[in-house]
């Protein structure tokens, strides 16, 4: 005599796997297209933060390039200053004995502040494109935040997106789909700035 009843548990197993797979199949289908498709948006989005990363990068660069310049400009200035100051002081020394100084100290003097200027103008249009593009580089940062803080949510997005497939959970999928949505919008407004 059995000990219990004698059932087909092989058959109803696969029956139950079959009707899971029918149940499930579209449902995956699903989960793995939306995954994909926010994958490929992250991915978009990462090519978009390196690139703004690397343009600041380069505007930043020239920036202190333009500073190094403007400094060396300021430096032939003082160079200037001072020719203009020894030509004054010889003049000086001359008047100090009693005599008229020869006309090519004050010469001297005038054509060093004429090229004093000619120098300050040229630091100051370097210092101006300096500032330039370090506002550029800054500005491009700013979007490179927005597009590394996109990449993140659609990393989250598509991390939910595996949760939903490995437990077949709707609403960790809905989550997953919401977030990639929020991703999206942060992405579309990033690239509108």
Same mark, same amino acid.
Do not use: C
């Given at each position: 005599? =059995?000990?219990?009843?004698?059932?087909?548990?092989?058959?109803?197993?696969? /029956?139950?796997?079959?009707?899971?797979?029918?149940?499930?199949?579209?449902?995956?289908?699903?989960?793995?297209?939306?995954?994909?498709?926010?994958?490929?948006?992250?991915?978009?989005?990462?090519?978009?933060?390196?690139?703004?990363?690397?343009?600041?990068?380069?505007?930043?660069?020239?920036?202190?390039?333009?500073?190094? /310049?403007?400094?060396?400009? !300021?430096? %032939? %200035?003082?160079?200037?200053?001072?020719?203009?100051?020894?030509? /004054?002081?010889?003049?000086?020394? !001359?008047?100090?004995?009693?005599?008229?100084?020869?006309? /090519? %100290?004050?010469?001297?003097?005038?054509? %060093?502040?004429?090229?004093?200027?000619?120098?300050?103008?040229?630091?100051?249009?370097?210092?101006?494109?300096?500032?330039?593009?370090?506002?550029?580089?800054?500005?491009?940062?700013?979007?490179?935040?927005?597009?590394?803080?996109?990449?993140?949510?659609?990393?989250?997005?598509?991390?939910?997106?595996?949760?939903?497939?490995?437990?077949?959970?709707? =609403?960790? !999928?809905?989550?997953?789909?919401?977030?990639?949505?929020?991703?999206?919008?942060?992405?579309?407004?990033?690239?509108?700035?």
């Amino acid at each position: 005599m =059995p000990e219990g009843p004698e059932i087909e548990t092989e058959k109803l197993h696969e /029956e139950i796997e079959e009707e899971f797979e029918r149940e499930g199949s579209p449902f995956l289908k699903r989960i793995a297209l939306s995954t994909a498709l926010i994958a490929a948006l992250a991915a978009v989005a990462a090519l978009q933060a390196g690139a703004t990363a690397n343009e600041a990068l380069m505007r930043k660069t020239e920036a202190t390039r333009l500073q190094a /310049e403007a400094s060396d400009q !300021w430096a %032939y %200035y003082q160079a200037k200053g001072v020719k203009i100051s020894v030509a /004054e002081a010889a003049g000086t020394s !001359w008047l100090a004995i009693g005599r008229e100084p020869p006309p /090519e %100290y004050a010469e001297r003097q005038k054509r %060093y502040a004429t090229e004093q200027a000619e120098i300050e103008k040229k630091a100051r249009e370097k210092e101006k494109e300096r500032d330039e593009k370090s506002e550029e580089a800054d500005h491009l940062l700013h979007r490179h935040h927005g597009f590394a803080q996109t990449v993140a949510l659609f990393q989250v997005s598509i991390a939910l997106g595996a949760v939903a497939a490995l437990t077949r959970n709707r =609403p960790v !999928w809905i989550g997953s789909l919401l977030l990639g949505t929020a991703a999206i919008l942060l992405f579309a407004m990033t690239l509108i700035r």
